[in-house]
């Protein structure tokens, strides 16, 4: 699939666009690592919910979104996660991106500037046309809802 144009712009002041882009990590990877634009390290408490400023805003074309979601090895390591994951951002916002973290831990977590925090996926959406019917086809399923399969 060939790549998405996505318009990218700096809120830094040109002396602190230090930061990456968001980048994919490697030739496959579905999501793009995200660094933190904080000004000076910041420590995220147990328990403790923060908003990270990226620095950027961005434009999506029509009929896309972008994703903010865990990097694993973060949330695996640290305990570190997003607390909307997936967060969505919206082809109408024009606003800086700012990932919403929180530390699921025992330990505080410092971030500095620079510091890889989450991933940002480019995903295509899907308009529902909600059509009001009297009743919906069976299915072997039916209303089994969370656990219904065991664990």
Not at 12 to 19: G, Q, V
Request: aromatic letters at 6%.
């Amino acid at each position: 699939m060939p790549p998405v144009a996505v318009r990218f712009r700096w809120l830094l002041p040109l002396e602190e666009r230090d930061l990456p882009l968001p980048q994919h990590a490697s030739a496959q990877a579905a999501g793009m690592d995200v660094a933190a634009a904080l000004k000076e390290e910041t420590v995220l408490r147990p328990g403790a919910i923060r908003l990270i400023p990226t620095g950027f805003a961005a434009a999506l074309p029509e009929g896309f979104e972008l994703q903010v979601r865990p990097r694993s090895g973060l949330a695996v390591r640290h305990g570190i996660t997003v607390v909307n994951a997936p967060g969505t951002i919206d082809a109408d916002y024009r606003g800086e991106i700012m990932i919403a973290l929180i530390n699921l831990s025992q330990a505080p977590f410092t971030i500095r500037r620079g510091d890889r925090i989450a991933q940002l996926v480019l995903a295509p959406v899907c308009r529902a046309d909600w059509q009001v019917v009297d009743s919906l086809d069976l299915t072997e399923r039916g209303g089994g809802g969370f656990g219904h399969t065991g664990l």
